[in-house]
């Protein structure tokens, strides 16, 4: 497909997985993300990558160069720059966080799926 074309919002809502890769493009990533109460992608940073987040639903806490917090919920975006250490962490300890990303240029493999965090973890340091 040359594009891509889909009901996001309610993709990211079904989600379950933490991480699946919906769309890869020359330029642009678009990934859904489901993290569980309490639940935090951790601390990372990308050089050379432009990250945009979209909450669909749930609360957040971004942290930013693990100084700059910002709490943010359910309609609410956050874009982080390249050269920025950034996390997320689910602030809820009983619901789900449901969110899509756009990763600019892409930074995951095309299809990929990760169903929890560790097995993400387990993928990253194989590709380490």
Sequence with gaps: ?????????????RNTYF???LFTAKHAQLVVMCLQP????????????????RIERGEARFVFDEKEERFV???DAVVVPAGTYHNVINASETAQL?????YSPPNHPDGTVHKTKA????????HA
């Design 73 to 75: 919920h359910g309609g």
């Design 38 to 53: 309490g639940e935090e992608i951790g601390d990372e940073v990308h050089a050379n990558v432009d990250q945009f987040f």
């Design 98 to 102: 449901k969110l899509y990303t756009i």
């Design 119 to 126: 097995e993400a973890e387990a993928a990253e340091k194989s």
């Design 19 to 21: 991480r699946q890769v």
């Design 1 to 13: 497909m040359t594009g891509y074309v889909g009901a996001i919002e309610e993709l990211a809502l």
